[in-house]
């Protein structure tokens, strides 16, 4: 039921998750929803953010996890995600976004959850930011997530990952560029820079 609700939310937001399309999706007779959701849908869609938290957070933790340069990150990040969206043919994308946007005044508890679930990943993306100064990690991996959404969306609409692939590449040379010290395009510094920093040091 909860990953019927979660696939519902993907495709078409709060709105398009109301009860009978969840019932029919997850082939759950209808009093199994208000049995163990008493409170109704909100309660079932926000058990179902909680596990896009846990799904998708994982996938971000494999990813900024690896012994990988920031710049290899981002681009499989970004590629991983197009793959994704590509295979729900541009149907489909971020179940939290999805609610965020639906968001009134009847649904308004909900936005201490989404808000919940999105401060989650940029904790996990940051704390695999180890090329990035310590003080801009929330910084970038608030950047990398605002991108990864927005790039979501021009996919959707533009049918098609291209944006999610230029995005990704355009973030991973900018990335690269403004935390490497003269470095080998990986974002690690450069042995002719480790050189010139020690020289540096012992004048």
Known sequence: MILATLDLLRGAGLAGAAINPIVEASGAPKGSVYHFFPAGKHQLVTAALKEAERAVGEGFRDIFG???PLSQ???TLFSATGTRIEASEFTKGCPVAAVTLDIDEESEE???V???VFVTWCEIIAAGLDEVPAAHR???AQLILAALEGALILARAEATKDPLLQTGALLAN???SAFARKGDGTGRPSRAGERGDRRRSRS
């Open 174 to 176: 900018t990335l690269v």
């Open 110 to 112: 909900l936005r201490t």
């Open 73 to 75: 990150k981002v681009r």
């Open 66 to 68: 690896q012994s990988a």
């Open 138 to 140: 929330r910084g970038v």
């Open 114 to 116: 989404c808000r919940g």
